[in-house]
């Protein structure tokens, strides 16, 4: 083993360990490398399938538990002053969200990676969307937008896509 596959071993094990996500300069300290050296690998790692995902909060190791996971991706679309009220009938469900879909004219499809999964994970998305110039990528899109959502039943999901039709969100092909 050379010294890039110890490193991201051990990567992998802080990851697995860790309560929540793991930010980029917490694993380069303990990992004694640069951030970008961290983000390299976890490219690497990605490549090899295993599945990580970066959150605004820092990065996360998805392991699927015992537990069977269902997952659904939604069409949506609502306005920016709805996206409180869209996140929330999905976590309140018991739903986690794990990603932000949109589609771009120029660049295809964009996905960024959001794992929210209680009331709090979404006012705390909200304050940093608020307080970024950036803004949420559905406006690139109209509005319309996809989410994969989690839960640990079908039931849960089919109560959220119903929650999300009668808020007139769900979008229909």
């Given at each position: 083993?050379?010294?890039?596959?110890?490193?991201?071993?051990?990567?992998?094990?802080?990851?697995?360990?860790?309560?929540?996500?793991?930010?980029?300069?917490?694993?380069?300290?303990?990992?004694?490398?640069?951030?970008?050296?961290?983000?390299?690998?976890?490219?690497?790692?990605?490549?090899?399938?295993?599945?990580?995902?970066?959150?605004?909060?820092?990065?996360?190791?998805?392991?699927?538990?015992?537990?069977?996971?269902?997952?659904?991706?939604?069409?949506?679309?609502?306005?920016?002053?709805?996206?409180?009220?869209?996140l929330s009938i999905?976590?309140?469900?018991?739903?986690?969200?794990?990603?932000?879909?949109?589609?771009?004219?120029?660049?295809?499809?964009?996905?960024?990676?959001?794992?929210?999964?209680?009331?709090?994970?979404?006012?705390?998305?909200?304050?940093?969307?608020?307080?970024?110039?950036?803004?949420p990528l559905c406006?690139?899109?109209?509005?319309?937008?996809?989410?994969?959502?989690?839960?640990?039943?079908?039931?849960?999901?089919?109560?959220?896509?119903?929650?999300?039709?009668?808020?007139?969100?769900?979008?229909?092909?």
């Open positions: 083993m050379n010294e890039g596959d110890i490193r991201r071993k051990a990567l992998l094990d802080l990851l697995k360990t860790g309560d929540g996500p793991v930010s980029g300069s917490t694993l380069s300290g303990k990992l004694g490398v640069s951030r970008q050296v961290i983000v390299q690998d976890i490219a690497l790692l990605r490549a090899a399938n295993k599945e990580i995902f970066a959150t605004p909060k820092g990065y996360i190791l998805y392991t699927q538990g015992p537990a069977k996971k269902y997952r659904r991706t939604y069409m949506v679309n609502h306005t920016y002053e709805q996206m409180v009220d869209e999905i976590v309140e469900n018991g739903g986690r969200v794990l990603n932000v879909i949109v589609a771009h004219d120029v660049y295809g499809q964009i996905q960024a990676d959001l794992i929210l999964e209680s009331r709090q994970d979404v006012m705390d998305f909200y304050e940093r969307m608020n307080s970024s110039k950036a803004g406006r690139i899109s109209d509005g319309v937008h996809l989410h994969t959502v989690e839960a640990s039943s079908e039931r849960i999901l089919d109560n959220i896509e119903r929650d999300l039709k009668e808020r007139g969100y769900l979008m229909t092909q």
